[in-house]
T-cell receptor, first 113, second 113 residues
Framework: DVKVTQSSRYLVKRTGEKVFLECVQD?????MFWYRQDPGLGLRLIYF???????EKGDIPEGYSVSREKKERFSLILESASTNQTSMYLC????????????FGPGTRLTVT | GENVEQHPSTLSVQEGDSAVIKCTYS??????FPWYKQELGKGPQLIID?????GEKKDQRIAVTLNKTAKHFSLHITETQPEDSAVYFC????????????FGTGTRLTIIP
């Protein structure tokens, strides 16, 4: 069974903290994605990676960075967390090309106080 | 870039009735249109998709229709059941290279027993 796992289901951090969200997939997928989900705004792409050490900005990259040192792992970094980054964060992976299914993790609910 | 609008944002239907969710897209080059279902506490999961070389696709109780001229596509669920209650997202993309998916804002479907 295909699996995308995220390091935490719930996370509470303080303003200004550096935050790491980890995502691991076991399907040997080339593409990995980080989305943010907010009510009424749907899923918005933050960053994606189509290969190890490769990354591309999505629609809302400001305030975020990513790291992909191994094919199976894709990390989202909030350099200095702010309250407007309180949200649900979803990781996904897929084979190359947009026409392949994206497999999502269960999400991390991040609260920044 | 691509813009996807989705309506309605919430939908309640009586068990056994049909539900229809509609999406419009802006980029005429888009040719891949998936639908994802997100159950409570889980990440979205692909339920059906359609490519622009067909106008309709069915899978048991769900169907998707595509009108390329009008740039809109719809999800139809017949004989709704309680387990259909979820948030549904449409998306659009160009099916080659590393093009990203652009998601709609989501529809919360509630099936009333």
């Amino acid at each position: 069974d295909v699996k995308v796992t995220q390091s935490s289901r719930y996370l509470v951090k303080r303003t200004g903290e550096k935050v790491f969200l980890e995502c691991v997939q076991d399907m040997d997928h080339e593409n990995m994605f980080w989305y943010r989900q907010d009510p009424g705004l749907g899923l918005r792409l933050i960053y994606f990676s189509y290969d190890v050490k490769m990354k591309e900005k999505g629609d809302i990259p400001e305030g975020y960075s990513v790291s992909r040192e191994k094919k199976e792992r894709f990390s989202l970094i909030l350099e200095s967390a702010s309250t407007n980054q309180t949200s649900m964060y979803l990781c996904a992976s897929s084979l190359p090309r947009a026409g392949y299914e994206q497999y999502f993790g269960p999400g991390t609910r991040l609260t920044v106080t | 870039g691509e813009n996807v609008e989705q309506h309605p944002s919430t939908l309640s239907v009586q068990e056994g009735d049909s539900a229809v969710i509609k999406c419009t897209y802006s980029d005429s080059a888009s040719n891949y249109f998936p639908w994802y279902k997100q159950e409570l506490g889980k990440g979205p999961q692909l339920i059906i998709d359609i490519r622009s070389n067909v106008g309709e696709k069915k899978d048991q109780r769900i169907a998707v229709t595509l009108n390329k001229t009008a740039k809109h596509f719809s999800l139809h669920i017949t004989e709704t059941q309680p387990e259909d209650s979820a948030v549904y997202f449409c998306a659009a993309s160009i099916d080659f290279g590393n093009e990203k998916l652009t998601f709609g804002t989501g529809t919360r479907l509630t099936i009333i027993p």
